[in-house]
């Protein structure tokens, strides 16, 4: 099954203990990016990645770091979490590298509720 | 200024009533294209229906369509027949052309719909 996973799903931790969440996906897709949630704010993209080893900071990319060294694979670290981290974190995929025409959704993981204290 | 707007924070419909969510965008990349997703509680997103700006006709997925008028900048969803399991939050989202150089879609801050039996 085409699919894009995330784990945890839920993970509460305390400020400045550093985390990973990992995001891999089956599809072969050349893009990957990360997204927060926040209630009023939407989704705001964190990094963004066109193909491996290529990286790019989004719109909040502060607090954050990502590596992409293998196509399936786009963990999302934080060093040392803060509790404005607090959010829904999404990670998502999809097949074209360049925006444009054409019909390429973002397909989504579950997405993973992080809690700093 | 925001690029897309959602100005219904939430919204009620009656069991297999038609149902309207408003969207409105902002871009002066004349090659761009409009998604919709579905957020049910669950978490997470589901990909609607997706409209390119250059394409002639409205875009339909089963009970959705998308009525685009381009001159109005706007990018509503139409859900036909509303259904029980339709309650869920909604998020426009837009990705510019390639001078972005990202491939991010923007996100709307989303409409919680409601469908009562």
């Known amino acids: 099954e085409a699919q894009v996973t995330q784990n945890p799903r839920y993970l509460i931790t305390v400020t400045g203990k550093k985390l990973t969440v990992t995001c891999s996906q089956n599809?072969?897709?050349?893009?990957m990016s990360w997204y927060r949630q926040d209630p009023g704010l939407g989704l705001r993209q964190i990094y963004y990645?066109?193909?491996?080893?290529?990286?790019d900071k989004g719109d909040v990319p502060e607090g954050y770091k990502v590596s992409r060294k293998e196509k399936r694979n786009f963990p999302l670290i934080l060093e040392s979490p803060s509790p404005n981290q607090t959010s829904l974190y999404f990670c998502?995929?999809?097949?074209?590298?360049?925006?444009?025409?054409?019909?390429?959704?973002?397909?989504f993981g579950n997405g993973t509720r992080l809690t700093v204290t | 200024a925001q690029k897309i707007t959602q100005t219904q924070p939430g919204m009620f419909v009656q069991e297999k009533e038609a149902v309207t969510l408003d969207c409105t965008y902002d871009t002066s990349d004349p090659s761009y294209g409009l998604f919709w997703y579905k957020q049910p509680s669950s978490g997470e997103m589901i990909f609607l229906i997706y409209?390119?700006?250059?394409?002639?006709q409205n875009a339909t997925e089963g009970r959705y369509s998308l009525n685009f008028q381009k001159a109005r900048k706007s990018a509503n969803l139409v859900i036909s027949a509303s259904q029980l399991g339709d309650s869920a939050m909604y998020f426009c989202?837009?990705?510019?052309?390639?001078?972005?150089?990202?491939?991010?879609?923007?996100f709307g801050s989303g409409t919680r719909l409601q469908v009562q039996p």
């Open positions: 989202a837009m990705r510019e052309g390639e001078d972005t150089g990202r491939r991010a879609l923007t």
């Open positions: 599809m072969n897709h050349e893009y």
């Open positions: 409209q390119g700006s250059y394409d002639q």
């Open positions: 998502a995929s999809s097949l074209e590298a360049m925006a444009g025409t054409g019909n390429s959704p973002l397909h």
């Open positions: 990645s066109m193909n491996v080893e290529v990286t």
